[in-house]
């Protein structure tokens, strides 16, 4: 039974000590012991404050950093606008593009075949003249369009030869060459026509010819 008592005397003692502990620190401090806990309580409120007030810091930041939706529109516009004020800058190797008075004298000749193709039926049997209107279109003007189309761009002014003659008026040459073929190739098919029918009036005259008196 004694056992009972011993745990509540030494509870009752810890009381003691801690009352006269507490009560030595109230006598040290004297009339400044209402600060000290005023002090202790303001500590204590701070402390559990702290973390909730780093959370509202941390979203007040990220609302400062993060663009509203006028200056990101704003943004938006400006890049847009110094992006349409860029232009890209021509590929170094683009090859040449046809002028416009190469391409009338192209469609030119191109045309000027087609008419001769449809009088095939009057050149002679084996005729050099139209065999040269074929290879015209199959062959000699794609062969002389590519070739100009093939070379560079930077290159189309520069000269060609020794003459200063850049690619472009090379080109124009050759496209004359073959005009001026097709015009002497349509000439002398005309010129058979011609031959043919004043042949013909010759024949009429010698087989119609008037009685001599």
Do not use: H
Request: with cysteine; net charge positive.
């Amino acid at each position: 039974m004694w056992l009972l008592f011993v745990p509540l005397l030494i509870l009752a003692g810890l009381i003691l000590m801690g009352s006269a502990l507490v009560g030595a620190v109230f006598g040290l401090l004297g009339p400044a012991w209402p600060l000290v806990l005023i002090a202790v309580g303001a500590w204590m409120f701070w402390r559990e404050d702290r973390p909730r007030r780093q959370q509202q810091y941390g979203r007040a930041v990220a609302t400062c950093a993060k663009p509203g939706p006028r200056a990101s529109a704003k943004q938006s516009g400006s890049v847009a606008s110094v992006k349409s004020e860029v232009k890209p800058a021509p590929p170094q190797n683009a090859k040449p593009e046809l002028p416009i008075d190469v391409q009338v004298k192209v469609e030119q000749i191109r045309r000027k075949v087609e008419v001769l193709l449809g009088f095939a039926d009057r050149f002679p049997p084996f005729s050099q003249d139209l065999f040269l209107v074929r290879q015209t279109a199959s062959e000699y003007l794609p062969r002389t369009i590519d070739t100009f189309l093939g070379l560079p761009r930077d290159s189309v002014d520069k000269p060609l030869t020794a003459e200063g003659k850049t690619p472009l008026q090379e080109l124009k040459t050759q496209l004359d060459l073959l005009d001026a073929k097709l015009d002497e190739i349509a000439q002398a098919l005309q010129r058979q026509d011609m031959d043919r029918l004043l042949a013909n009036r010759r024949f009429l005259e010698e087989r119609f010819g008037r009685a001599t008196a």
